[in-house]
């Protein structure tokens, strides 16, 4: 199954999470808060990650998703990446018929709902850090399934032009 890139695009993301933006103007603020909510019986988690640097198209067949928390990404160090959702079948399996895949800059953060399905973060261009927050402690925190593969492919009508924060 081939899977074109999609440009940062609220609507489409949000049955999947939010994408996580500053505000356009100085001295305002966006919150957050209401997705790091406490989950009973688990412990608030922050931890810095580096990912290494793939090339499109990519090949996603195995993905994960967090059935008690929310899970929150930050970029501290990166170029463009890609974050691949998808929803579930009836039976609570992944349902690659579903996946998107998005293109995000590096200015934008990504928050996913709990219970969804999703790949790891894939950078692009050079290796990123991530900042990461997330409830844990149950001992199924992280599950994950092996799915038919998919191809992550950028379509031409996809901004794919670098850029670094800062």
């Known amino acids: 199954m081939r899977l074109p890139l999609l440009a940062p695009d609220a609507a489409l993301f949000a049955p999947f999470g939010e994408f ?4 356009a103007e100085v001295g305002v603020r966006r919150m957050y808060s209401e997705w790091l909510a406490p989950v009973p019986g688990l412990a608030l988690q922050f931890h810095t990650n580096r990912v290494a640097a793939s090339t499109l198209p990519l090949r ?15 970029p501290l160090v990166a170029s463009r990446y890609v ?8 039976a609570g399996a992944p349902d690659p ?7 995000l ?3 934008l953060g990504v928050v996913y709902r709990a219970g969804v399905w999703h ?10 850090s991530f900042a990461v927050v997330m409830w844990r ?30």
């Open 20 to 23: 996580i933006d500053v505000p």
């Open 60 to 74: 996603v067949d195995r993905v994960e998703r967090h059935p008690h928390a929310t899970q929150l990404f930050l």
């Open 83 to 90: 974050v691949t959702v998808m929803t579930a079948d009836a």
């Open 97 to 103: 018929a579903s996946a998107r895949a998005f293109l």
């Open 105 to 107: 800059p590096p200015t």
């Open 119 to 128: 790949a790891g973060i894939t950078a692009l261009d050079t290796d990123a």
């Open 137 to 166: 402690g149950a001992a199924d925190d992280d599950v994950f399934a092996d799915i038919l593969t998919v191809v992550v492919e950028a379509p031409a009508a996809v901004a794919l032009s670098g850029g670094r924060r800062g």
